[in-house]
């Protein structure tokens, strides 16, 4: 399963070192929806719910309902190992 890499600073050597992190939920949806090549507006239209909820999803501010969630794996058609993903970040 990817995972995200960040750059973290060592202080003692200077040096950089990597550290993997599990992609949280709304950054999976955000990068679904863009690599989808929809606007929250455009998606929102698309599946029934408004911008702000999609917006809100991304950031974290809420937790998407699971029948929202099913609608944007559908509507997006995401491939099993992408809604395994999604579902992955949602329960850990």
């Known amino acids: 399963m990817p995972r995200l890499r960040i750059l973290a600073s060592n202080n003692e050597k200077g040096k950089q070192m990597t550290e993997d992190i599990k992609p949280k939920t709304g950054q999976l949806l955000k990068a679904h929806r ?15 719910y408004t911008a702000n909820y999609i917006s809100n999803t991304e950031t974290g ?3 998407g309902s699971s029948i929202y969630l099913a609608t944007f794996a559908k509507t997006l058609h995401l491939t099993i190992s992408q809604k395994a993903q999604l579902l992955d970040s949602v329960l850990n």
């Open 61 to 63: 501010e809420r937790k």
């Open 34 to 48: 863009m690599r989808a090549t929809f606007n929250q507006k455009e998606l929102a239209e698309k599946i029934g």
